[in-house]
């Protein structure tokens, strides 16, 4: 027979986790940024940066504590870098595909996953060569 609360561990054990957390750092006030994220990081390592920014917003909700602020606000930084990291992939990716497709017409498959999971540094590059290039495989080609 499975109890209640075994049923909400099995179904959301991240939301069990943060609810875990909360209720240490309000119990035992004397835990700081540091000491919640390596908490963090021993139970849940993956979930660091996604529970830390819950977990800030709740206690500004509730409590406003400087140390939340500045999780909440790192957290939301960094979620813009990531951002701006994949809208400068995609957008990068986008355009080589369209000066690939004018230039050499229908691309491969293999090209196409290329491209998708490029770094926008080697897209750029890639898109350099090709004014050079006679081939794909010229274009992608480690010599170059």
């Not at 690939?100 to 999971?117: C, D, H, N, S």
């Amino acid at each position: 027979m499975i109890l209640l609360s075994e049923k909400i561990l099995l179904s959301d054990p991240e939301r069990v986790a943060y609810l875990i957390m909360r209720y240490v750092v309000e119990t035992y006030r004397r835990y700081d940024e540091q000491d919640v994220r390596e908490i963090i990081r021993r139970v849940r390592p993956e979930e660091e940066e996604k529970m830390m920014s819950q977990f800030a917003q709740s206690v500004i909700d509730n409590t406003n504590p400087k140390w939340a602020q500045m999780v909440w606000q790192n957290g939301e930084q960094r979620g813009e870098q990531r951002g701006e990291q994949r809208g400068e992939q995609r957008g990068g990716a986008k355009i080589l595909t369209g000066l690939l497709q004018r230039r050499f017409g229908t691309m491969p498959e293999w090209v196409r996953e290329k491209i998708a999971t490029a770094e926008p540094s080697s897209l750029e590059a890639w898109s350099l060569r090709i004014f050079d290039a006679q081939s794909l495989d010229d274009v992608f080609s480690d010599k170059a």
